[in-house]
């Protein structure tokens, strides 16, 4: 069964389950910290490790996404991956191992805390808020909104500020919609979008939390093939801007085509990592997932 869980940064001309407490948390040796240093790959998982009782979800996972790279993480149901998508982002606190981003120790952070360090996620279930517009539900994603102080919303000499910053955040949720051709849905409830549709909306909202890297979790999952072209393009044209992106998908040849890297994930495990044609010809890739061709 696949793992479920799902998030949601810079528009783009610039663009759960909390964790538990720290209580617990096992002490890292100063030869585990010196192991993983800032370097251009942004984020660094190491020993990474999640138990649920007596089951292994995720079972010593080490792996690095370098900088400005599309990685696919790929990996039959039950390999892993989502579970791994929620001990990077905080959603669950890993048993063991550490994720580091940005030289930045973040094992075991909030959700909240993650995001705000620059590495966002996006859900196989698209979470929008469905009885806000398109638009509101952009508007709601920046963060820092000073209008969320209640005496500076109110008060006559703060009240400028807000509505200053609130037209500069209008701007860019407008420009971002545009990016993605969703303008024309600005107005709609956010709950009467195709499930297409909700993944463009769900992409666009996590680029005004300004991330430096997104995760996105089988963005193309229940996507038509129109919008998931154009999902694709955005997405490289990000990319291109400067964005690191690592995303598990199961469409193996969508991954092959579209990927630097990929990383194979196998019982929790990393199998094998490497370029599209390395994990193509690689014998334990393809006994256990290809059925002997890709």
């Known amino acids: 069964m696949s ?23 096992e002490t890292r040796s100063d030869s585990d910290a010196e192991t993983i240093q800032q370097t251009d790959a942004p984020l660094q998982v190491r020993d990474l490790r999640k138990e649920f009782g007596a089951i292994t979800a995720v079972d010593g996972a080490s792996f690095d996404v370098e900088r400005g790279s599309l990685t696919g993480l790929i990996g039959p149901n039950g390999a892993g991956k989502s579970t791994t998508f929620n001990c990077i982002t905080g959603t669950h606190r890993p048993t063991g191992g550490t994720v580091q981003f940005e030289g930045e120790d ?13 590495l966002v996620r996006t859900f196989q279930i698209a979470r929008e808020l469905g009885q806000m517009t398109v638009l509101e539900n952009m508007m709601v994603a920046p963060k820092d909104q000073i209008g969320e102080s209640l005496w500076r919303s109110v008060l006559p000499y703060a009240r400028s500020a807000v509505d200053r910053q609130e037209r500069e955040i209008l701007e860019r949720a407008w420009e971002t919609l545009e990016f993605f051709e969703i303008d024309h849905l600005a107005d709609e409830y956010a709950s009467n979008l195709s ?33 998931e072209e154009r999902l694709l393009d955005h997405i490289h044209a990000l990319r291109e801007q400067g964005y690191t992106f690592l995303i598990v998908e199961h469409d193996m040849d969508l991954i092959m085509q579209n990927c630097e890297r990929v990383i194979v994930m196998h019982q929790g495990r990393i199998l094998t990592e490497g370029t599209p044609d390395e ?11 290809l059925g002997g061709e890709l």
């Open 279 to 289: 994990v193509r010809q690689n014998e334990d890739v393809i006994e256990a997932y």
């Open 3 to 25: 793992e479920s869980g799902t998030e949601t940064g810079t528009g783009p001309s610039d663009a759960s389950t909390p964790a538990e407490s720290d209580a617990g948390s």
């Open 195 to 227: 499930g297409g549709q909700r993944k463009l909306l769900e992409l666009a909202r996590a680029l005004l939390t300004d991330p430096d890297m997104l995760l996105l979790d089988e963005p193309f999952a229940g996507v038509n093939p129109t919008l």
């Open 106 to 118: 973040v094992t075991g952070l909030a959700p909240h805390q993650v995001a705000d360090r620059g």
